[in-house]
């Protein structure tokens, strides 16, 4: 199994930043990928951005590109959302979810992460 932990949010006024954690421990070695989703009350879950394990390819939502990054460090086994020019409307519940697939492919569907954080809420008021 493979354990995240979510850290890093918080409130903050629009056109902030806010940059979320996630830390991986367990067997860490089966880890294809690691993704970030968000979700808001009443609403699916969103693709965010996704990031490989050790090749450092990246695919970032369109909705946020230019705004958010993704990134890791290996050597500490966690992973990093960079977030900023935040506004109202990126406000949900953000996990990060880790890909242990094996199918090689940079996925933005949630049903292809097996493992996922407890989430960690990030408000930007307007």
């Known amino acids: 199994q493979v354990q995240l932990v979510e850290s890093g949010g918080g409130l903050v006024q629009a056109g902030g930043s806010l940059r979320l954690s996630c830390a991986a421990s367990?067997?860490?070695?089966?880890?294809?990928?690691m993704g970030w989703f968000r979700q808001c009350p009443g609403k699916e879950r969103e693709f965010v951005s996704v990031?490989?394990?050790?090749?450092?390819?990246?695919y970032i939502a369109p909705v946020v590109k230019g705004r958010f990054t993704i990134s890791r460090d290996n050597a500490k086994s966690t992973f990093y959302l960079q977030m900023n020019s935040l506004k109202p409307e990126d406000t949900a519940v953000y996990y990060c979810?880790?890909?242990?697939?094996?199918?090689?492919?940079?996925?933005?569907?949630?049903?292809?992460?097996?493992?996922w954080g407890q989430g960690t809420q990030v408000t930007v008021s307007s």
């Open positions: 979810a880790a890909d242990v697939s094996g199918r090689g492919v940079l996925s933005t569907t949630s049903a292809q992460y097996t493992y």
């Open positions: 990031i490989t394990w050790s090749g450092g390819q990246t």
């Open positions: 367990g067997r860490t070695s089966s880890t294809y990928a």
